[in-house]
């Protein structure tokens, strides 16, 4: 599979001008699991724009579809699929399954593609518990004269 896959299902409309307001939508919708609800609420909602997160293509966990191109064609929208990884227990080696994030839009969709991080930080990889001892430490160290006696003052 490409990084990018598209579907155009929205009707074409001619707009002179732009629209005054546009309605986005951001959902993480847990790969598509619960399809039927998922479409349902989108529906619901009217957008212009959904922004979703984990969804499934070819997956045995959700009947092997295509998530994007489902929820797509059901509410009338044009989709972009990007492709994240690829789901090593979800399908075949003749027939892999991928996970990744979509786009719809009552527009049409141009040029999309899929930019990756050269690299990456490392905040999420997971660490042990260890306390910063820094905070602990006096930043500087002053003596003050009270009393015409020198206190040394921890700051």
Known sequence: M???LTGNFA?????????QT???????????LRLPEITDFLASQQADLLTLQEADVNAK??????????LARDLGMNYVFG???EELTQ????????HGQTTLSRWR???PRVIRF?????????????????LMRPLSRANIRAAGRREPVLM
């Open 2 to 4: 490409h990084d990018v």
């Open 11 to 19: 009707p074409c409309r001619w707009q002179f001008w732009p629209p």
């Open 22 to 32: 546009i309605r986005v939508v951001n959902w993480n919708i847990d790969r598509g």
């Open 61 to 70: 966990r959700t009947h092997y579809l295509n998530v994007a191109e489902e």
């Open 83 to 85: 492709r994240e990884f």
């Open 91 to 98: 399908g075949s080696r003749t027939s892999p399954p991928y």
């Open 109 to 111: 969709l141009k040029n």
């Open 118 to 134: 050269r690299s990456q930080s490392r905040f999420w990889r997971p660490r042990w518990f260890l306390p910063h001892t820094a």
